[in-house]
């Protein structure tokens, strides 16, 4: 498929571009982190690759290194206590997400694509079943993520990921990596904390947990 070919040699060349172009700073962050908290600066999480198959996501860590292993972090007690301070910033500008692009260099993701679920968020994979949108590449950023990102409901967010599986194109993936940009800048639709106004049980988005 000439659409897929084209995808993943673009994933390849901005992935290699984005790490010898950020890596001063990659620098940076890196030793925030160590100095702001103990611990790993990066931690990888079991996460839903295409055809369900699991491989493990790349973040700079923003909470603290004992916090409880493999649960959404809207699902906590009390998501701030294990926050930290540089993880804060990092959350708001979606830098903690900078890792990703070596996930986007090894194949595991895409640019472009559904963001991939935690290993047992059974409830928005089986969503996810209803559209087919299990069977394509995983991205760093998505059609939902354009459309809402934290404040979804499990539901939209399934529904939005069928609509780009229905819809896929490279003029598609495009705007949502460029919407992406706009949207990192206004922070529009992040909630710290992964809580937000919805019923806690309803945000389907996972910031993340610590190893």
């Known amino acids: ?26 620098l940076i962050l890196i030793l925030a982190i160590k100095l702001d908290s103990q611990g790993p600066v990066l931690f990888k999480q079991k996460r839903v690759g295409i055809h369900k198959s699991h491989f493990y996501i790349l973040k700079f860590r923003t909470m603290l290194a004992d916090t409880p292993k493999d649960v959404a972090t809207h ?3 009390n998501p701030d206590q294990y926050i930290t301070r540089m993880g804060k ?7 903690d997400e900078l890792p990703q692009i070596i996930n986007i260099l090894k194949g595991e993701m895409s640019i472009v694509g559904p963001r991939p679920a935690l290993w047992n968020q059974y409830d928005l994979i089986a969503e996810r079943d209803k559209y087919g949108a299990n069977d394509v590449p995983v991205g760093l950023t998505g059609w939902a993520q354009i459309n809402g990102r934290d404040e979804l409901p499990i539901e939209v967010k399934a529904r939005l990921d069928g609509e780009y599986v229905e819809r896929r194109s490279l003029l598609l993936d495009v705007r949502c990596f460029f919407c992406t940009i706009g949207c990192v800048f206004s922070k529009d639709g992040v909630v710290e904390g992964g809580t937000g106004s919805l019923n806690r049980n309803e ?4 910031r993340d947990v610590t190893i």
Not at 2 to 26: E, H, N
Not at 203 to 206: F, R
């Open 89 to 95: 910033f990092l959350r708001k500008t979606s830098l």
């Open 75 to 77: 699902l906590l007690a």
């Open 1 to 26: 498929m000439v659409y897929a070919t084209i995808k993943r040699s673009v994933d390849i060349i901005l992935s290699l571009l984005g790490l010898i172009l950020l890596s001063p700073l990659f």
């Open 203 to 206: 945000k389907s988005e996972v």
